[in-house]
């Protein structure tokens, strides 16, 4: 099948990403890694209006050292979280969750931000924003917010983004520095949708 049809938009700030979806009016949708939106698109499951792809907006990738802890630009891609050395020291959890996500083609193209807007249940990244305490930051047309983790996942592929707001980063704190953590997954294969994650994170604690 093909995709029905849409508008495509690429705007290059924060500023026009937002102004695109408050204009969409709740029938827009964003592309970052597109590794979820571009099959069901193509299934004719998802339907928008218009396509706001974020990849050209700049400062939404990268990972920095802020607030006690990490700050990861929503559009960072998985493979770059996999290695990086700010993640590893600073949210362990994370890194070796994401050894977990799907393949290593398709990390090159996922974003942290694009799994934790689509709040897939078997996701990692949902999970472990719960396990750890982050806080999604999202911008819309009238400023900036950062949501708790706990209130932000209303239930499977449901959130509390407005129809105009775009999530730009996602920030976790840092533990204690005896802080264990471990994390185990268990697949019927490596990257299948269905599974069960059960890592625990520090003592008592599970995700």
Do not use: C
């Amino acid at each position: 099948m093909k995709p029905a049809p849409f508008d495509y938009v690429a705007p290059e700030t924060v500023e026009e990403a937002v102004q695109h979806l408050a204009g969409g009016f709740g029938d827009a949708i964003v592309l970052a890694g597109g590794q979820t939106l571009m099959p069901l698109m193509a299934l004719r499951m998802s339907t928008p209006g218009v396509v706001v792809d974020i990849n050209r907006v700049k400062g939404l990738a990268g990972v920095s050292a802020a607030d006690g802890g990490a700050r990861i630009g929503a559009v960072t891609r998985q493979n770059s979280i996999l290695k990086d050395p700010l993640v590893a020291r600073h949210v362990p959890g994370l890194a070796k969750a994401t050894a977990f996500v799907g393949h290593h083609q398709t990390r090159n193209r996922g974003t942290i931000g694009g799994s934790i807007s689509f709040a897939e249940p078997a996701a990692e990244y949902p999970a472990v924003a719960l396990a750890l305490g982050a806080r999604i930051e999202a911008h819309s047309t009238s400023g900036v917010r950062q949501i708790a983790a706990d209130d932000f996942f209303q239930g499977p592929y449901v959130t509390a983004l407005q129809p105009d707001e775009l999530v730009t980063a996602v920030h976790f704190p840092d533990w204690p520095a005896n802080t264990l953590t471990l994390v185990h997954e268990i697949a019927r294969r490596p990257g299948d949708a269905i599974r069960t994650t059960s890592p625990g994170v520090g003592e008592g604690m599970k995700l």
